[in-house]
């Protein structure tokens, strides 16, 4: 690795899963408080629209394609960090996809994609951006989710990733205080970012969408992502150990803790509500499930409205 060319004044944030959504917004939060920024996705183009658009919030911006869930890639993305500036202050690990489904309809192929994008595209890139972060006294900001606190439906392979990564994230807090890192475990409940149109669904595919799309637009059950992404930031730079968002994600996390029998057979009975399982194959992103009826369209305005702000109309996964 060559040293850096010089030493950046300003704090510097590394925050990977950034070129849409939520990642994006947190890069954006960190912009406007002062840190130039490394960004990091799968997608070159899809960070180049995220890129042009944070520069307009003030400092650098580096961009690095980059698979973190590959440990020779997530050090890649570490090391252009400290090549370009010298310096890494803020490590956010929002990297991440999710499933949508019957359980019934994912195999071992679909909890290994999940696991290498949830749980080791958080570990790798962190395990590299530890020495930064001593020399710094830095912080990480670990975006987990509700669904690593207590069960959803139909997300199983994105519940056993996410238990995986708040497991990790809690257990590093632990550990690094000592090394003057500070680690806030992010535990997000649905927001209205957009990506929904990127997310994976499986089984009667239409009618998954249509169930998951709806909850993340309805205002009472999900949270405006901007004010998310400005929490989750403010919760990190204090040092705090964690935050959780949305008053229904607090209440079931809270619930699962002291009546985990009665929570599971609740969410039990919520899953009999969901379509069954279709045998329809590989799981495809959600704007390729195909025309929906006009009430879709009437009660998700907002989701549309968050994806086409949020860069999730720039950075699509790919239809199969």
């Known amino acids: 690795m060559t ?7 300003r704090p510097v944030a590394l925050v990977t899963g950034a070129s849409r959504g939520l990642g994006f917004l947190i890069a954006r939060e960190l ?39 590959v440990k020779e890639q997530a050090e890649g993305v570490v090391a252009a960090a400290r090549e370009r500036f010298g310096r890494l202050d803020v490590l956010v690990t929002n990297a991440g996809i999710i499933q949508v489904g019957p359980a019934e309809e994912f195999g071992a192929r679909d ?20 020495p930064l972060l001593r020399e ?21 392979p994105y519940t056993a990733a996410k238990h995986a990564q708040v497991g990790f994230a809690e257990g590093l807090r ?13 535990v997000p409940g ?26 993340a637009s309805v205002p009472v059950l999900s949270m405006d992502a901007e004010r998310a992404a400005r929490r989750l930031v403010e919760a990190a730079l204090r040092g705090r150990p964690e935050i959780i968002l949305t008053p229904l994600a607090k ?59 949020w860069h999730e109309l720039d950075d699509q996964v790919p239809s199969p």
């Open 190 to 215: 649905l927001m209205r970012t957009g990506s929904t149109r990127n997310a994976l669904f499986a089984g009667d595919r239409a009618r998954e969408r249509q169930w998951f799309t709806a909850a």
């Open 31 to 69: 912009a406007d408080r002062g840190h130039d920024l490394v960004i990091c996705a799968r997608s070159a183009d899809g960070l180049a629209d995220a890129a042009a658009d944070l520069r307009r919030h003030g400092g650098a911006v580096e961009t690095v394609a980059a698979d973190v869930g």
């Open 251 to 309: 209440l079931g996390v809270r619930f699962h803790a002291l009546a985990p029998s009665t929570s599971l057979r609740v969410v039990s009975l919520v899953a009999r509500l969901l379509p069954g399982p279709s045998g329809s194959g590989e799981p495809v992103p959600g704007h390729a499930t195909g025309r929906q009826p006009g009430w879709f369209d009437r009660l998700t305005g907002r989701d549309r409205r968050a994806a086409k702000r």
């Open 3 to 9: 040293d850096p060319i010089h030493r950046s004044p």
């Open 174 to 186: 632990v550990e690094a205080a000592g090394q003057g890192v500070t680690v806030t475990v992010g």
């Open 111 to 130: 909890y290994a994609e999940i696991m290498d994008a949830v749980f080791w595209g958080a570990l790798h890139p962190t395990l590299a951006a530890m």
């Open 136 to 156: 710094s006294r830095g912080r990480i900001l670990a975006i987990t989710s509700v669904g690593g606190k207590l069960p959803a439906p139909h997300l199983l």
